[in-house]
């Protein structure tokens, strides 16, 4: 499969060009013909990439943040959640794919699991809504955190979606009181809860299954109220563009974290996420153990206390 290369990427994939084409020059003209020069264009590759990517815009994170081979949910319940047992429904419509979850180990220790997935190709997507919550995903969300209190399980959130599905059949559903819902049961839990923002975290689709212990980002991802899109659409009536947007809006994870939107920022490996999955996953994974160790300890009450006083500390001044 061919390489997606971003719009300030390409100086990158020009030089790669001409390495895959030294490659098969090397092939014909025998072997070690062109050693020399492919590892100096590969060392060179790397040094741009690596620079690039520690120098990123705002707007050029969002655009790594929906960078379509980061690894989704589906890769993070894969590489870190052994034994996993998804739970579908919510009992009063149907299941929604675009939010999954169930029960598994992570590390050995039992954990309920969910998140947005949004699908890598025509046919996932589709199934999967482009991961646009619908309310009945909300409410199953509700369900697996009821059931993990009662088994006295901590819960485990991944991220990723532009926000909830804003079509008519979910609105007549009640989106935005699943969203309440899912949103209040992710506050009153009495035991740990840490969401990861993996890619995009969007409007009150994320916060719904956000409302956490600790909340996590990766490097180059986003959390926002809503897209930089249609932030310039609704604010400047499309006067100015989504980079515009992205940069007043203060999205990035090293914004978020000044503001004490985020609790911890994971790194990424040079060339974000995308460029080195496993590591990635595996990045994100030593993070959980080390958050979720913090808050054993700690009893229902609380465990409440400290995610209450984490929300409502957000936008305080010092005044009292």
């Known amino acids: 499969m061919a390489a997606h290369y971003l719009e300030f990427e390409r100086p990158i994939a020009d030089l790669e060009a001409k390495i895959e084409e030294l490659s098969k020059l090397s092939e014909t003209a025998g072997p070690g013909a062109f050693d020399a020069e492919i590892d100096a264009l590969r060392t060179r590759a790397q040094d741009m990439r690596r620079e690039a990517y520690a120098n990123l815009d705002p707007w050029q994170k969002t655009q790594v943040a929906r960078h379509p081979d980061r690894p989704h949910f589906v890769d993070y319940c894969a590489g870190l959640i052994e034994e996993f047992q998804e739970l579908r429904g919510d009992r009063r419509f149907g299941d929604d794919q675009a939010i999954i979850g169930g029960l598994g180990r992570f590390r050995g220790r039992p954990v309920a699991v969910l998140g947005h997935e949004k699908g890598r190709d ?3 997507r589709v199934k999967h809504n482009f991961g646009y919550g619908r309310p009945e995903g909300y409410r199953k969300a509700i369900r697996l955190m009821e059931l993990a209190e009662r088994f006295k399980l901590p819960v485990v959130s991944f991220v990723d979606t532009a926000g909830a599905y804003p079509g008519i059949a979910s609105e007549e559903r009640g989106v935005a009181e699943a969203i309440a819902r899912s949103t209040e049961a992710c506050l009153m839990l009495g035991v740990p809860n840490i969401a990861i923002v993996t890619g995009e975290g969007g409007s009150g689709g994320a916060i719904a299954i956000a409302g956490a212990n600790r909340v996590l980002i990766l490097e180059h991802a986003i959390y926002s109220v809503i897209a930089p899109e249609g932030a310039n659409s609704i604010l400047w009536r499309g006067a100015r563009t989504g980079a515009d947007a992205a940069k007043a809006m203060k999205i990035t994870a090293q914004d978020l974290l000044g503001m004490k939107i985020v609790d911890r920022i994971i790194p990424e490996p040079p060339g974000g ?10 990045a994100v994974g030593d993070v959980l153990e080390e958050e979720l160790a913090a808050l054993d300890p700690l009893g ?4 409440k206390r400290r995610r209450a006083d984490r929300f409502y500390a957000i936008g ?5």
Do not use: F, K, N, Y
């Open 122 to 124: 025509t046919v996932s």
């Open 273 to 282: 996420a995308h460029s080195a999955p496993d590591a990635a996953i595996a």
């Open 300 to 303: 229902p009450d609380e465990l």
């Open 316 to 320: 305080r001044t010092g005044l009292q």
